[in-house]
């Protein structure tokens, strides 16, 4: 065999080793992982439903028994806090549940599922919790993935506000925002929650455009916002809406000195005017002044209803009190979403006070159910509400834009006296 | 120089083929090469995979577990971020190296021994299945960051798992029967080399070159045969 023949076989063997080689490899699909993960979303859609069906069996039990230990298996935060206070108050007013809650029940829930790295993880829903009642904006949590879903925050839609539209990641889903996330925007949640408070109880300004669009002219209330009505939200949550609903008797005047400018009223008659030298007017923001403040935050129904609220409280009673009302900062929620527009949606709680420091003299008759709270029928030195709101509030993307709350929940959690 | 290929051949014919067979036997029809079953005990509450020990994506994993007492068992595949705030505070078995077809690094990290939440009430798990005696899960490997996690059905610690483990991979059978194909053909061609060169190599034997004297030789027969003649 000459040289050429016997080097003519390796060329024929490494073709027949390279097409198989290639051939084997063709036929095995196995490639390296890259070990790339995408983000997780925090929990499936598939999934939401059955979140929200052990949701509304614990919340339907917690509310039945009025059971904060039975709440706290779903709840957290400041919706742990406000409802175990109101249960306490629900006790108290109601100890027979002759008015028992209705059964909870996520109707057509709308996921908002943000995706995370790592834990703890959350994701928000929009949904109404019972028939024919508003939209709940609910944000569920959990610290880990062996941790239930804890629902932290429920403020409910205001329908005349416009829902901002979130923004979506390259996955279609919202993108969630944390507090470190939030130095971009014009104001943090805190320092919001501050100012909405500050707004509240008179201090700070706001916007006098309920939509966040600012109007030329501020007008003393805003357009189609009811006053001295009970607020959506508030119906719901106490026993009356109506600030001074409780008081059964207005003012009732021990002097026959002071009788004559004094009418003894029941829950039906219409309150007296304060006059300028009130004590109540004196502490009570003048909503018109607040509102012609200029920019801040929008004037929305949600804030309009809390002013008009304290003022009717203070019209209410007349001479009889002095009505202060004040607001501080409960709790602020770390979750936020960001807005198509680079804005946020963003949480938190305040709570508010509202006390009768009563005339000399005077002194406040209370209904049945108020009086079973506090644990007497009239009141003569002080009467002190304590109420909670869950707000959600949009944050537009630069400063010239006024954050306007598009979603709250106004719930009394204590009532005392003496 | 063609002895040395032939040779060559002949021992690469061998060492593709022979190994090729026998992984084609190992392996199946089923394209499916199988290992276990293989105790894995921890006092933990979990036994746990690292995700680096995937290391290849396209495989279909096959796995069996079986609690040693024939309780109800858990097998669960889960995204590693899950996994480890799953059981990642807890003591567990964790599976930090996985050599084929056996050859397993458990470590211990310590932890609570407070039972987990059960899993079967999680609802991240990718792919999971539960019952007592053995249960099977099979799941296609993605690319990712996965970890495969065994435990008592209801979460409490102390895992005595019966493992069996394949991994299916598509075409493996037939395309080992190539390769064995390819190494006969190489061990065929060098013992043909050799037989050539052999018959190459040897003058053949004829008659016209036999010397006329030893084409009849015959004892003389006066001379006696010898015993060493017979």
């Given amino acids: 065999m000459s040289r050429r023949q016997v080097l003519g076989i390796q060329p024929v063997g490494l073709f027949v080793a390279a097409m198989l080689a290639l051939t084997g490899c063709s036929l095995v699909p196995v490639e390296e992982n890259t070990f790339e993960s995408a983000l997780l979303p925090a929990i499936s859609q598939d999934n939401v439903g059955s979140v929200l069906a052990r949701v509304d069996e614990a919340m339907t039990a917690a509310n039945t028994a009025r059971d904060p230990a039975l709440l706290a298996v779903v709840a957290a935060g400041a919706l742990l806090e406000i409802d175990s206070a109101r249960y306490a108050v629900d006790t108290l007013s109601d100890p027979e549940d ?18 995370f790295a790592d834990y703890p993880q959350w994701f928000v829903v929009a949904a109404a919790t019972q028939e024919g009642g508003p939209l709940r904006l609910e944000v569920l949590a959990r610290e880990s993935a062996a941790a239930t879903w804890l629902v932290s925050i429920a403020p409910e839609l205001l329908p005349e506000v416009e829902f901002p539209v979130l923004a979506l990641d390259e996955a279609g889903y919202v993108v969630p925002l944390g507090p470190a996330d939030l130095g971009d925007l014009p104001v943090d949640t805190q320092t919001l929650a501050e100012q909405h408070a500050a707004a509240l109880r008179g201090e700070a300004p706001l916007d006098s455009e309920p939509t966040g669009e600012p109007t030329d002219e501020p007008t003393d209330e805003p357009t189609d916002e ?44 219409p309150a007296t005017p304060p006059s300028t030298d009130t004590p109540g007017a004196a502490s009570t923001p003048d909503a018109a002044a607040v509102a012609a403040m200029g920019a801040g935050l929008a004037a929305d129904p949600w804030s309009t209803a809390r002013r008009d609220a304290d003022a009717a409280a203070s019209t209410a009673v007349g001479a009889a009190a002095s009505v202060t009302s004040t607001y501080d900062v409960q709790g602020v929620v770390d979750q936020a979403l960001r807005t198509e527009d680079g804005g946020a949606l963003v949480f938190y709680a305040l709570g508010g006070t509202r006390t009768y420091a009563v005339t000399p003299t005077y002194y406040l008759q209370l209904d049945a159910t108020t009086a079973a709270i506090v644990g007497k029928p009239e009141v003569t030195a002080e009467l002190t509400e304590q109420w909670a709101a869950q707000l959600a509030v949009y944050i537009p993307p630069d400063a010239d834009g006024a954050p306007r709350v598009v979603g709250g929940r106004w719930d009394r959690v204590g009532l005392s006296g003496s | 120089m063609r002895r040395v290929l032939a040779w060559l051949l002949v021992v690469l014919g061998v060492v593709v083929a022979v190994p090729a067979v026998a992984t084609a036997v190992w392996v199946g029809t089923d394209d499916t090469a199988q290992t276990g079953p293989h105790a894995m005990t921890t006092p933990g509450v979990a036994v746990v995979t690292k995700a680096e020990i995937i290391h290849y994506v396209g495989p279909v994993l096959h796995l069996q577990v079986e609690r040693a007492d024939g309780g109800p068992v858990f097998l669960g595949i889960a995204h590693e971020v899950d996994a480890e705030s799953y059981v990642g505070q807890h003591s567990r078995g964790v599976v930090s190296r996985l050599g084929l077809p056996w050859d397993v690094d458990l470590e211990e990290p310590e932890g609570s021994v407070e039972a987990v939440p059960p899993p079967t009430e999680q609802l991240w798990w990718l792919a999971s299945v539960e019952g007592s005696g053995a249960q099977a899960l099979t799941w296609p490997l993605p690319h990712g960051r996965y970890s495969i996690v065994g435990l008592n059905a209801d979460g409490t610690p102390g895992v005595d798992l019966e493992v069996t483990m394949g991994l299916e991979i598509a075409g493996t059978f037939y395309t080992l029967l190539a390769i064995a194909a390819f190494g006969l053909l190489l061990l065929l061609v060098g013992v043909w080399l050799l037989v050539r060169r052999r018959r190459r190599g040897v003058t053949p034997v004829t008659a016209t070159t036999l010397a006329p004297d030893t084409q009849s030789w015959a004892p003389p027969p006066d001379q006696p045969r010898t015993a060493a003649d017979r």
Wanted: net charge negative.
């Fill in chain 1, 98 to 115: 002759a008015s028992p809650a209705p059964p909870m029940s996520h109707t057509d829930p709308t996921a908002f599922i943000p995706r």
């Fill in chain 1, 226 to 269: 009811p006053t001295g009505e009970p607020s959506p939200t508030s119906t719901e949550s106490g026993p009356s809406a109506t600030p001074a609903g409780f008081i059964s008797a207005v003012a009732t005047p021990r002097a026959a000195t002071t009788a004559a400018t004094e009418t003894p009223a029941d829950t039906s008659a």
